[in-house]
């Protein structure tokens, strides 16, 4: 709920810190400023004029949420509650602390409830641009309180305010994570890396993922995070029905430029299962 990460919270516009008022229907600024909480629970933190872009529609989490439940990425999220867990042992921050954790487009919170379930006491942040996913991540577990707010605009947290902030396959701005970061704190990022979906790519007519893409991550993040680790790759087979391939693919951009008529033909053109790669990289970073 926010009332469990309102003091990490802040006024988008001005970074002051917000309170609950009305029995948390409306989160209040020092310097004034009201935005109202949604009747599903979720607050919209946004500067001036609001939102531009709007992230993953409806249909993209719905797909998300098929895909995940069937737990075909089951080793990309312990991957990331490990490195999670990692990230607070490296700044002794004991049991009782309440860590905090950011998730940064975290979609339906699939990975943000896995790691609070596995750190005792632990408090999500989840944030997301999309509404669809801020309803989901309300849903998603006690302990999260759900943002909608653009990664690009900047982060509505206080400075210096997060334990660790996690990124899985979802825009990455250094220099906000770095400004929220506490002094120890680090960022566990989880990016896909050549080869993953390998071999649904010539049969779907879907792109790759570009090469050098964790080099780019670390060169984009200079002067602002570098890395505690080095990146570990994480690969693995999943078998995979026509029905989740169908999901895999409406959870992504990747398919935009086909139609859906046409995409479904194509699936429906594989075989009844498939082996399929997923292949990424966790990279944990720290401020530089
Ligand atoms: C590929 S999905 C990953 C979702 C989740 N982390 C997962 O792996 O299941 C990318 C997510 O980032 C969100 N997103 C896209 N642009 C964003 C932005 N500028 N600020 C915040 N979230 C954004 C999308 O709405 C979407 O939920």
Same mark, same amino acid.
């Given at each position: ?60 989490? %719905?797909? *998300? ?7 075909? /990425? $089951? @080793?990309?999220?312990? +991957?990331?509650?490990?490195? &999670? ?72 947290? %206080?400075? *210096? ?7 899985? /396959? $979802? @825009?990455?701005?250094? +220099?906000?994570?770095?400004? &929220? ?74 398919? *935009? ?18 082996? &399929? ?12």
């Amino acid at each position: 709920m926010l009332s469990d990460i309102i003091d990490v919270l802040a006024d988008p516009a001005d970074g002051t810190a917000l309170s609950g008022v009305d029995d948390f229907t409306r989160l209040v600024s020092e310097s004034g400023h009201s935005f109202d909480v949604a009747r599903q629970g979720f607050v919209t933190l946004a500067p001036g004029a609001g939102l531009r872009h709007r992230g993953d529609s409806m249909e993209m989490v %719905r797909a *998300r949420e098929t895909f995940l439940s069937r737990g075909h /990425f $089951a @080793p990309f999220v312990e +991957a990331v509650t490990s490195g &999670v867990h990692d990230a607070l042992d490296d700044a002794a921050v004991p049991d009782t602390a309440r860590p905090v954790i950011a998730d940064i487009g975290a979609g339906t919170g699939y990975y943000l409830s896995h790691t609070l379930d596995d750190v005792e006491g632990s408090r999500g942040v989840g944030l997301d641009i999309s509404v669809h996913a801020a309803r989901q991540l309300t849903r998603c577990h006690k302990r999260v309180g759900s943002v909608v707010a653009d990664v690009w605009a900047g982060l509505p947290m %206080r400075d *210096r305010s997060i334990d660790v902030v996690t990124v899985v /396959f $979802a @825009p990455r701005n250094a +220099a906000e994570f770095a400004r &929220v970061l506490k002094e120890d704190g680090q960022v566990v990022f989880l990016t896909a890396d050549r080869g993953h979906l390998a071999e649904l790519r010539e049969p779907l007519g879907i792109l790759d993922v570009e090469d050098g893409k964790i080099e780019r991550l670390v060169e984009q993040a200079r002067g602002h995070l570098t890395p505690v680790t080095e990146p570990e790759l994480i690969e693995f087979p999943m078998v995979l029905d026509r029905e989740s391939i169908a999901a895999q693919i409406g959870m992504s951009p990747s398919a *935009r430029h086909i139609g859906p008529g046409e995409l479904d033909r194509r699936i429906q053109a594989l075989p009844e299962t498939m082996t &399929v790669t997923a292949r990424a990289h966790l990279l944990r970073m720290g401020r530089a």
